[in-house]
């Protein structure tokens, strides 16, 4: 390569860039997922494309997107909160393991029996199409706003369910015999053990070294982070575990951490997640010949409708048995079971191990990821307003601005929004009862912002700033759950939340303590009032025998004279 071709290289990649970028402007006024843009920049660059770019190396583009998945799994890592995917986790699991097997299951059959296909084919393509992209996943639950209970469970089974689903696409493409399912199950358990202890002991030594190690700049803290996030993916695949797994539980410790320079090392990984994503989708394009595809439509419709009216509710209402999910919102996971690039380039698997048939395949797989994305992302919004989930306004959560002046004073900002059921409409700002070091410092109404007093009333549809010392920035947001929940008593009768609960036992300790509390109070406010009384008394008596000791001094004076 010479420096000609170099800068000919460097102006072609800046301008996709570009283009990328304002097709992600494109995408949020139209409500299209940006990745079907980025597949069309590439097919516009391909083949049967405008610029004739001929590209066909499937090893290379299998390589390109391990790594690209890497960081987009390490960014979705990064801005998990561990307090939304704790309680989601087993949930997650269920989906990522016995759900994924289900899937594999009914796809199979469905690509075997209605389109004909091998049952070695229909099983790739079965195993190909079962995990949910993190990508598409964590790109469109941040547009919609969801529970934290159901964007924890779609999280957390986009960011595991890789792992599982490429040790079978890998036994399933290898050449000759399958080995047992007892033995893919085997494999599944051994490898997925391996990547969890890696993903955890490399996150936990890098959390620990990088808030005990001072570095000299701040930019140095995303450059380590995400070098830190790396290394548990190549960690995890050389030990022989599922490096996904490591990569994504590492980045999810790192970013439950408070690391110094949080804010920038964010905005970095965010960076680094959309350009991985522009990268991957065009060279997924590239790949693709257009004129190729025709043929497989129509099967790959059929395999699409068999995954998504069929096998995905069957996982996900079979797996979450165990859990009580309300109907409404499995309904809503088994539609917002999302595909995207992973899958696409799970089916080079195939191609580059020369299995027979495999170029059907990835073009089936090709169809239907576009199709169907097509179809579920821009009608996941309208779906989850149909069933009635809706996001919990009350919860706080931090507000999308530069922070870097808060990071100096070690404060935060919250955002609260008071919903039309919320208990703290009528309550008194002052009767927030906030912890020393927060405070309510704006509140947005009707449009307009004024600084409250704290005999300020707030309402229903008003927005709360909120500002918080890094100390007490946990119980701030507690403190404005409790009330939410329960008013302006919240925390008075001792409960666990903070607020009534409705079944209170009047007799229990809580209120048995209190009671004598108050007793003791009552005693003692007595006591001071007989104090007091007797204090007066012996003033009056006082006075009394001072008056009476001038008049005898008087008489004795007229008795003299």
Known sequence: MTVHTLNELLLVCSLVLLVAVAAVRISSRSGLPSLLLYLGIGIALGQDGFFDVKFD?????????????????????????WKEVKPALPAAVMLSLVGVGISVGVTAAGAHYLVGLEWRQALIIGAVVSSTDAAAVFSVLRKVPLPARVTGVLEAESGFNDAPVVILVV???????????????GEIALELAIGAAVGIAVGWLGSWGLRHVALPASGLYPIAVMAIAVSAYAAGAMLHGSGFLAVYLASMILGNAKLPHWPATRGFADGLGWLAQIGMFVLLGLLVTPHDLLDDFWPAVVVGLVLTVVARPLEVFISLLPFRL??????????????????????????????????????????????YTLIQGPTLPWLAKALNIKDDPSEASDLGIESAPLERLRGHLLSVAIPAKSKMHGVEVGELRMPAGAAVTLVVRDDKSFVPAPSTVLRRGDELLVVATDPVRDAAEARLRAVAEGGKLAGWLGTPGGHPTGHEDLTGPHVAGALKAVKKLGRA?????????????AKRLAAKREAAGREAQQHDTKAHH
């Not at 380039?345 to 797989?365: D, Y």
């Open 326 to 371: 309300p109907w409404q919102e499995k309904a809503l996971m088994s539609w917002a079971g999302l595909r995207g690039a992973v899958p696409i380039i799970l089916a080079t698997i195939p191609m580059v191990s020369g299995i027979e048939g495999s170029t059907r395949v990835f073009n089936i797989v090709f169809v239907l990821v576009i199709v």
């Open 57 to 81: 190396n499937a090893e290379l583009t299998q390589v390109i997107g391990y790594a690209a998945l890497v960081v987009i799994l390490a960014e979705g890592g990064l801005g998990t909160k």
């Open 525 to 537: 406010d007595e006591a001071k009032k007989r104090d007091s009384a007797k204090r007066e008394n």
């Open 171 to 185: 036994a399933f493409s290898t050449v000759g015999e399958v080995d047992s399912w007892y033995v893919l199950i």
